[in-house]
Nanobody
């Protein structure tokens, strides 16, 4: 079992930045792909970004490309999502997930965090 705990959410004005963190409970974290997803009120959960276990590959949703950066520190069992140039449309609960590989698809991820709220005001 892998437990994931997100942090770093909050309220920020449009154009601002936030950095989300996701701490994993186990050393086997290093063999997983890690992803970030988000769910806005009244909408389905959607893919944001993902990173492969060796940090060699990152993928992003078109809506966040060039604004968000995913990274990981295997020594700290932590994955990060740096979010810049935030827009009101980025308002959502952000979830961290761990799976056997990095993927766009939620079904590929076995473990999920509880989520952290990000609110962007106009």
């Amino acid at each position: 079992q892998v437990q994931l705990v997100e942090s770093g959410g909050g309220l920020v004005q449009a154009g601002g930045s936030l950095r989300l963190s996701c701490a994993a409970s186990r050393r086997t974290f290093t063999i997983y792909g890690m992803g970030w997803f988000r769910q806005a009120p009244g909408k389905e959960r959607e893919f944001v970004a993902a990173i492969s276990w060796n940090n060699g590959n990152t993928i992003y949703a078109d809506s966040v490309k060039d604004r968000f950066t995913i990274s990981r520190d295997n020594a700290k069992n932590t994955v990060y999502l740096q979010m810049n140039s935030l827009k009101p449309g980025d308002t959502a609960v952000y979830y961290c997930a761990a799976g056997s590989k990095s993927s766009y698809y939620q079904e590929e991820y076995r473990y999920w965090g509880q989520g952290t709220q990000v609110t962007v005001s106009s």
